[in-house]
């Protein structure tokens, strides 16, 4: 089992910065990859960045590319979501994801969620 904490969200103004922070528990050595997710009113949820686990891999949505930065703080065991020139766009609830790898996968499942961060860009 994975469990994730999230923090970080907020109101921000338009051109502003945030970064929402996660941290995995439980039986952290299943995680293959950690991302954030976000869901808007109305839209999809959709994939916003991910960080592998070892590697320090990234992917970015071409949305956020150039504005957002995933990183891995592994004294902390935590991973970052940097987000800067906040558009009122990037309003959603964020949500951590762990991916776990397959062996792990087969016996706890594919993907455990955070329970979301509300993150609000308005003047």
């Known amino acids: 089992q994975v469990q994730l904490a999230e923090s970080g969200g907020g109101l921000v103004q338009p051109g502003g910065s945030l970064t929402l922070s996660c941290v995995p528990s439980g039986n952290i050595f299943s995680i293959n990859t950690i991302g954030w997710h976000r869901q808007a009113p109305g839209k999809e949820r959709e994939l916003v960045a991910r960080?592998?686990?070892?590697?320090?891999?990234?992917d970015y949505a071409e949305s956020v590319k150039g504005r957002f930065t995933i990183s891995r703080d592994i004294a902390n065991n935590t991973v970052n979501l940097q987000m800067n020139s906040l558009k009122p766009e990037d309003t959603a609830v964020y949500y951590c994801?762990?991916?776990?790898?397959?062996?792990?996968?087969?016996?706890?499942?594919?993907?455990?969620w955070g329970k979301g961060a509300l993150v609000t860009v308005s003047s």
């Open positions: 994801n762990a991916e776990l790898f397959p062996g792990w996968a087969a016996q706890y499942g594919v993907d455990f």
């Open positions: 960080i592998s686990t070892h590697g320090g891999n990234t």
